[in-house]
């Protein structure tokens, strides 16, 4: 266990290395002066070599690189060019309603999609997995937005039931917050929800299919043991894996929901910074979510250990 | 005795309008305390019938159309499904070929003995664990109490099939069905598989029905046999008389098609040229590496061996032995550790790949599975033209040879623009063995060449092989876990264990007064040894 | 030839090809409209009744009349020629980025797969770029490269490549170890001929499969690029250009934002039903069982 504890945790500095290079370049390798990019059209001589000398941009770009990775590891990420705040600053104030929605649209899309994919499985070629399966490749095919706008023209202006948009805090008013967080989880959630059942289902179908599955019918087990007891673990490998890729999607979704919702979190910012052209927070945000996605999918790879104890290295 | 199982006129058919039937009105009986070996090749129905006993046809595919299947004189094809589940485990049980995908591979073994106790019975957990226990005690595994929290993959494939005939017999069932539960094995432990199975079918009067394959297994343990091919049934009677007289062609073809342990004739030979010699040789594997747990395993060391043209050299030895990497080391399909390889008086151990070119046309390679040693995608012309072209030979030129060549194996020329699965196994290796003769080759390795083949099938392709050698006068380095083979083609026979030669020499010598006690184990292990099939007599005492 | 074809009776027949059964009617339509949708947009030119660009402050926000079938945007513009013509730029993206994804792909995929060397350092690469939100890259990409077709076919392609690299890497580290490619070693034949023939045609059924979900998730991209404002320039009707600009009047009008939003989730959902049907038929673990 320690061992291959340390090998995936060892793995996954290449990967963040891959993406630091790649988003340093990004604003490197553009055409053009980064600085005059920044800056816009209307910028004095002044005021881009204050740009330039603020990204160190009149180094060689090997020791840029390394000065940058210094400061990052240091935790400095940077000054925002627009509001001269830190970096840190600006993503402390932005991320806690999107690590909510998030937290709720998780919790929500294992809670639904998993026992659908084990319905559908278990029900398989009945309507029942029809029915999954129509719900699932929705899910995939109608964007996110469109979805959000759907929810919102039912349930916010036909309806009433909740508020058009806007977002409060939960510790200030949790049921003010509940009521504007439930259209943006599920909005975000239609797709997660799909990947997963979706995924469900075939990996249970697969594992329906081996010997040990029919060994257990042939000891006369209940078809709900088969089901729980032998075929469900068995399964449940390649829907964590997909939970982990699928959390790319849900960084996506979350730049796009945040704004169909007004919500002032991270996909905001981030969206609002790119317009801006507001660069030491493009590549922080960047950095972030990437790590985050390596963090989850290492956190993952770990839990396939406690999963199948085949995987022991 | 009891009649325990009664099949009668059992049709089994795909499920579909108008599905064909796979098994044709079969019948069969067993009585306590009875071994009933339902033998065939591949596609007569012996796994179907099984399964449609157990109620575990893949639903969807196949579906029990008529007759009826009677346990104690219970109607299973009326039953229930929740009647099924109670008789399962408790009245019937079954043992699969795999012990391996049988086992649920994230649950402890004790745990998967456990269940069936709790599925079935109202004892407590500290009753079931004593029953768990002394099944596992029962089935012959050590130190019981390690074995039960181990998970399949700790345990070895003889260890998990014990585990799987505990698990099936801990209810005392009236009917153990085993379905090849040997083949996965090495004759060793199937050795010991099959005592096993006996010991315990006497000590509880279990009525066993026993599918299998291998006519050796047949002899050791059947008390009654029953041929099915092609979904019919061909013929029954008791071991001996089925042995000595059969009275169906099937049967004699099927029984003569099964090759004697008693060591061919020494062959003599015209040319004396070496093709190859193995010195030294060795392969490992794992070891060393930055935070590599892998141990370092010597799958060859210090091979030694020199083939003459002409001659075919047996390697011999169970699954790990080491002889399917001498072969491939030989191939250069990987690279040795150390030692050498001499073809033709040069070492090829080390060359590059570009250097191997000149060399690989002497050496050929028939592979084990014919399902996928060619690619599907491309005519049987075009694989046996892929060399020579590769080699400069013009394409029409080629073609013709591939022609000529199919003709040698036995198919016909018009076979040529077909794709591999439009043949059999039988004929696949046969394209095989044709690919591998256009590069008109020193040396044919073939790795158990003919291990995934029918018996029939199988003898036809050994033939081949020896007529082929016979016109070419080509060395053949015949890899095989099969002693009866070994014994039939092999004019030398290297018995490897561990990855090391534990005895060389000519087959006679090796296979009939072996010196090694290894080499006495696995003769000794080998089913049927008694038994000459061919000649339907016991192999005679001299 | 005694050995004759045994009979297989298939323990395991497979359960691809009849799971879609109950679907057997909904690829056939979604072929259907996604032809409609390609017709339409190749002559939107001759099939739209009015202008899609040209502005008329006179008839904004109109509703659904015979004139304007879906109605008139803020800008007076026929909302149904606008949609039609926003399937244009919808397909060439879908189409552009499944080309180069595929084609990219399947090189880097190919060399991947069997040079053990190169093999390393590439995956690196494509963790790296798989661990990046694909719309954040894509976003950025277009605002410092400038909005255009082509900076946002690339943006879009660019984290679409290490997905057809793993799956082509996938079946070619595990196409290798098959004995008819050991045997083509033996053959002699040489490593780029042995990729080109014996390893590359096992790609192409799964890629078929997985070149539709390129192409479904590239025309998903795009839409989120132009709704974001970082799509193609907002001059060009594009479906999610028409849904950007409708935004501020969703409570006022939301056929302005649900039209094009329908049209999108149609064209989506055709190309991954037909995505669907495809690896029911090709898919590559049903093809593999012995016969």
């Known amino acids: ?313 | 005795m009891a009649e325990v199982l009664n099949v009668e006129n059992l049709r089994v058919a795909v499920d579909a309008p108008g599905g064909a039937e796979v098994v044709r009105g079969i019948s069969l009986t067993i009585s306590e305390g009875e071994t009933v070996c339902l033998v065939g090749e591949s596609g007569s129905g012996k796994s179907v019938t099984s399964l449609a006993t157990m109620g575990l046809l893949p639903k969807g595919s196949l579906k029990p159309v008529g007759g009826a299947i009677r346990l104690e004189g219970e109607d299973l094809l009326a039953c229930s499904a929740a009647r099924l589940r109670d008789l399962r485990a408790t009245r019937m049980s079954m043992i699969f070929q795999e012990p391996m995908t049988a086992l649920n591979p994230v649950m402890k073994v004790g745990d998967q003995i456990t269940e069936v106790l709790k599925a079935h019975t109202k004892l407590s957990n500290a009753e079931c664990h004593a029953k768990v226990m002394d099944m596992l005690t029962q089935v012959g595994l050590p130190d019981v109490a390690r074995i039960a929290g181990s998970y399949p993959h700790q345990l070895s494939g003889g260890q998990r099939q014990r585990i799987m005939i505990a698990m099936a017999l801990v209810l005392e069932p009236k009917l153990l069905i085993a379905d090849e539960p040997t083949t996965a094995l090495d004759v060793t432990t199937q050795k010991q598989i099959l005592f096993l199975i006996k010991e315990l079918q006497e000590k509880h009067g279990t009525a066993v029905l026993f599918i299998t394959h291998d006519m050796g297994v047949v002899s050791e343990i059947a008390h009654r046999v029953y041929v099915m091919n092609r979904g019919d049934m061909v013929e029954s009677a008791p071991v001996d008389t089925l042995l000595r007289s059969p009275r169906e062609e099937y049967t004699r073809k099927l029984l003569s098609a099964v090759p004697s342990l008693t060591p061919r004739a020494a062959r003599s030979f015209a040319s004396d040229r070496t093709v190859l010699q193995v010195t030294e040789l060795v392969k490992r594997y794992g070891g060393g590496g930055f935070l590599s747990k892998s141990p370092e395993t010597l799958a060859a060391n210090d091979v030694n061996f020199t083939l003459r043209a002409g001659r075919t050299l047996g390697i011999v030895g169970e699954s790990g032995s080491g002889k399917s990497t001498v072969a491939r080391c030989v191939m250069r399909l990987i690279d040795p550790s150390a030692g050498g390889i001499r073809v033709a008086g040069h070492d090829i151990a080390t060359l590059s790949r570009t250097g191997m070119k000149p060399y690989r046309k002497k050496l050929q390679m028939v592979f084990q599975d014919p399902y996928r040693s060619l690619n599907p995608r491309i005519t049987v012309a075009e694989s046996i033209m892929e060399g020579p072209v590769n080699y400069g030979t013009p394409r029409a030129k080629a073609r013709a040879r591939a022609e000529e060549l199919l003709e040698l194996v036995g198919l016909p020329r018009t076979a040529a623009a077909r794709y591999p699965h439009q043949f059999s196994g039988g004929q696949r290796q046969r394209i095989a063995i044709a690919r591998a003769l256009a590069m008109e080759p020193d040396l044919l390795v073939a790795d158990e060449a003919v291990s995934a083949l029918d018996v029939s099938v199988q003898a036809q392709v050994l033939d081949l092989l020896a007529e082929v050698q016979e016109r070419m006068g080509i060395a053949i380095l015949f890899i095989t876990h099969d002693l009866r083979v070994a014994a039939q083609i092999c004019d030398d026979v290297a018995v490897m264990r561990r990855g090391e030669v534990v005895e060389i020499g000519d087959t006679a010598t090796v296979l009939g007064n072996p010196r090694h006690e290894y080499t006495r184990a696995l003769l000794e292990a080998a089913p049927g040894r008694h038994w000459d099939f061919a000649a339907f007599a016991p192999v005679s005492a001299a | 030839m005694a050995d004759t074809t045994p009979i297989r009776a298939g323990l395991r027949l497979p359960t691809g090809k009849l799971a879609g059964a109950g679907f057997g009617l909904a690829p056939i339509i979604a072929a259907v409209v996604l032809l409609l949708i390609v017709l339409a947009a190749i002559f939107a030119p001759q099939i739209t009744p009015h202008d899609p660009i040209a502005q008329n402050p006179v008839l904004r926000l109109k509703p659904p009349s015979a004139d304007f079938p879906l109605g008139t945007d803020a800008y007076g513009r026929d909302l149904l020629s606008r949609v039609i013509y926003g399937a244009r730029i919808s397909l060439i993206i879908g189409l552009g980025v499944t080309v180069l994804a595929v084609v990219l792909g399947l090189a880097i995929g190919l060399v991947s797969g069997f040079f053990r060397v190169a093999d390393a350092i590439v995956m690196r690469i494509m963790d790296g770029l798989m661990a990046m939100p694909s719309v954040l890259l894509a976003i950025a990409i277009v605002s410092l490269f400038g909005a255009s077709i082509w900076t946002v076919m690339a943006a879009i392609t660019i984290p679409e490549i290490p997905r057809v690299v793993r799956l082509v890497r996938s079946i070619v580290l595990s196409a290798r170890e098959e004995p008819y490619v050991e045997a083509a070693l033996s053959l002699g034949t040489s490593m780029p001929r042995i990729l080109w023939r014996h390893l590359m045609p096992n790609t192409f059924a799964p890629l078929t499969v997985q070149a539709t979900y390129v192409c479904a998730s590239a025309i998903l991209t795009e839409a989120i690029l132009s709704f974001l404002g970082a799509g193609v320039s907002t001059e060009t009707p594009t479906w999610g250009n028409i849904m950007a600009e409708a935004r501020i009047y969703f409570q006022l009008k939301p056929s302005l934002i649900l039209w094009p939003g329908l049209a999108l989730s149609l064209c989506i959902l055709s190309i991954n039903l037909l995505g669907d049907a495809a690896r029911d038929v090709l898919d590559p673990r049903m093809g593999k069982r012995k016969d």
């Open chain 1, 1 to 313: 266990m320690p061992v291959y504890f340390v090998r995936r945790v060892l793995a996954a500095i290449p990967v963040m290395l891959v993406v630091a290079v790649f988003v340093f370049l990004l604003l490197r390798l553009t055409p053009g002066d980064p600085a005059a990019i920044i800056a816009g059209d209307m910028a004095t001589p002044a005021q881009l070599e204050r740009i330039r000398d603020t990204l160190g941009l009149n180094d060689p770009l090997h020791v840029q690189f390394l000065s940058w990775m210094g400061r990052i590891l240091q935790g400095d990420f940077g000054t925002s060019l627009i509001s001269n705040k830190p970096v840190i600053e600006l993503v402390e104030d932005r991320m806690w309603p999107t690590i909510w929605i998030a937290l709720i649209t998780i919790t929500l899309s294992v809670i639904i999609a998993v026992p659908m994919g084990v319905l559908a499985a278990w029900r398989h070629r009945t309507w029942v997995d029809h029915i999954v399966m129509t719900f699932s490749v929705l899910g995939f095919s109608i964007p996110v937005f469109v979805i959000g706008y759907l929810l919102i023209k039912l349930f916010a202006i036909d309806l009433r039931w909740v508020p058009v948009q806007g977002y409060k805090a939960p510790s200030g008013d949790f049921g003010g917050f509940a009521i504007r967080a439930v259209l943006p989880a599920l909005t975000l959630a239609s797709i997660y929800i799909a990947l997963i059942a979706r995924m469900t289902r075939a990996s249970l179908l697969d594992v329906l299919n081996e010997d040990y599955v029919r060994t257990a019918r042939a000891k006369g087990l209940a078809e709900r043991r088969v089901l729980f007891r032998h075929a469900l673990r068995n399964a449940a490998v390649p829907v964590m894996t997909v939970i982990g890729t699928g959390f790319a999607l849900l960084i996506s979704g979350v730049v796009v929901t945040e704004s169909v919702f007004n919500i002032p979190g991270l996909g905001r910012l981030t969206v609002d910074s790119i317009f801006a052209r507001d660069y030491p927070v493009i590549q922080a945000l960047i950095l972030l979510t990437s790590g985050i996605y390596v963090a989850v999918n290492l956190l993952i790879d770990l839990s396939y250990t406690l999963l199948d104890p085949r995987i022991r290295y």
